[in-house]
């Protein structure tokens, strides 16, 4: 199983203000993927990033995948109570995903 | 447009009784997982199926059961529950690397 960090474990904000929210691994991947997850519900696909350096804009998410594919960065831009939620990075791994512990993000109206 | 399905819910059991989680997709996709979710865990993979009749162990397998007869069944048993597997289960499929998630079944064990 290749470990993913992800930081910080919990992060809370005010409304407008800009997050980051970090995904870091000792191994290479093949590719990268965002989750998010609300209360009471399953994690729900973000992004896929795949190559090295790339970086991938959602709206007010930026994600960016490491040169050497061993670390990805969410950025959420002005966030908004909507954004609220846990934040999960997982590494494909031949099919298997595995997956950081999660980072809660609390945006506060 | 079901997508994927688990069931139950919710399930209350006791220590040493034997429960299946039922999860069931529509979209066809040749792979499937089983997932729990802990806090300070995030998700870990239990077993996952390439196709029909091919099951694999993932990082935290024992005390449970796969099997998978059909394409769109992905059924998880927990042949002598302890109190240790209470957690929430999600099932997931994919045809390529991105995986798309049940709503998730929460165990409790007694």
């Known amino acids: 199983t290749q470990l993913l960090e992800q930081s910080p474990q919990f992060l809370s904000i005010q409304e407008g203000e800009n997050l980051t929210v970090y995904c870091n691994s000792s191994?290479?991947?093949?590719?990268l993927q965002w989750y998010r997850q609300e209360p009471g519900e399953g994690p729900v696909l973000l992004v896929t990033?795949?190559?090295?350096?790339e970086v991938k804009k959602l709206k007010r998410l930026t994600f960016q995948f490491g040169d050497a594919r061993k670390d990805s960065s969410l950025h959420i831009t002005a966030a908004q109570p909507g954004d609220t939620g846990l934040y999960l990075c997982?590494?494909?791994?031949?099919?298997?995903?595995?997956f950081g512990a999660g980072t809660t993000v609390t945006v506060r109206a | 447009d079901a997508g994927i399905t688990q069931s139950p819910r919710y399930k209350i059991t006791e220590t040493g009784r034997q429960v299946t989680l039922m999860c069931h997709q529509t979209?066809?996709?040749?792979?499937m997982f089983w997932y729990r979710q802990d806090l300070g865990h995030g998700l870990r993979l239990i077993y996952y199926?390439?196709?029909?009749?091919?099951?694999d162990k993932g990082e935290v397998p024992d005390g449970y059961v796969v099997s998978r007869s059909k394409t769109e069944n992905f059924p998880l048993t927990l042949e002598s529950a302890t109190r240790s597997q209470t957690s929430v289960y999600f099932c997931?499929?994919?045809?390529?690397?991105?995986?798309?998630f049940g709503p998730g079944t929460r165990l409790t064990v007694t």
């Open positions: 979209w066809s996709h040749s792979y």
């Open positions: 199926s390439a196709a029909a009749d091919i099951t």
């Open positions: 997931a499929s994919s045809q390529g690397v991105e995986q798309y």
């Open positions: 990033v795949v190559t090295g350096g």
């Open positions: 997982a590494g494909d791994d031949d099919y298997k995903l595995s």
């Open positions: 191994s290479v991947f093949s590719s």
